[in-house]
């Protein structure tokens, strides 16, 4: 039988969510300001404003390239079941010519 390559060992269900990300912003934009002097609470406060908003960004693209790889390994497996089934269909007509 000729040899056919092994189906790929990734299943999209295998590439975990980006999970932390939310931790991460939920961190920043919770970082507390009441250490600070009045004089620099309003703009730390700010400042973790403003990098909650950005982290959430990121956030947000992560999420979207981690789905825009997940669609594409499920084609790569759906592409490859494909093959292996006409491969395995032509095996019956393959033989070793000399």
Do not use: C, N
């Amino acid at each position: 039988m000729v040899g056919v390559a092994a189906e790929l060992l990734v299943a999209p269900r295998g590439v975990a969510r980006p999970g932390r990300r939310l931790a991460a912003a939920a961190q920043v934009g919770g970082a507390p300001t009441a250490g600070f002097t009045e004089s620099v609470s309003g703009a730390a406060a700010r400042f973790a404003s403003t990098w909650q908003r950005h982290t959430d960004g990121l956030a947000d693209e992560a999420e979207e390239r981690g789905d825009a790889l997940r669609r594409v390994i499920a084609d790569f497996l759906a592409t490859d079941r494909a093959v292996r089934a006409d491969v395995l269909g032509l095996v019956g007509y393959l033989g070793e010519q000399r």
